[in-house]
């Protein structure tokens, strides 16, 4: 089990690794593992939800903890990346409808796991490539 501390201290290292400048935070009533807050480029997370994700995918692409949690950490700094590169119109959100929302939604999530990717150590790729999997089969059954 990784406690709060643990988990701060591998998104510091990642974020000094990457030179990237993302603020973080625990919030324990996060209702996922992790989050990206794209108003005030802050990561939140939730150990309680971490840990119940690692046990989950863990046994499924064979990593430490630390490198599961790494996993995740690269797909939030995938959202800032995409939205720091890409100009999302979030108008669509609010005044378009499902179709278009779906679309948008779609197109946000595909670029921050294909920039998180670009992060993510070599030889960590595969498992990066498994979990990104294994998170659309968990979606489709949400």
Known sequence: MLYIRDIEKIIENTLQEHKLT???E???NLPAPMSFNVSNTTIKFNYLQ????LANINFKIKETDEDCVRLMLYHQL???LAFRN???DLRVLK???DEKKAQLLANIESKAWDYGRTLVP???VNSYDKVRELDKML???Y
């Not at 971490?50 to 994700?53: C, E, K, T």
């Open 22 to 24: 993302v603020d973080y």
């Open 26 to 28: 625990f919030n324990n």
């Open 50 to 53: 971490i840990n119940g994700y």
């Open 78 to 80: 995938g959202y800032y």
């Open 86 to 88: 890409n100009k999302h």
């Open 95 to 97: 005044y378009f409808g």
């Open 122 to 124: 070599e030889k960590l």
């Open 139 to 141: 979606l489709k059954n």
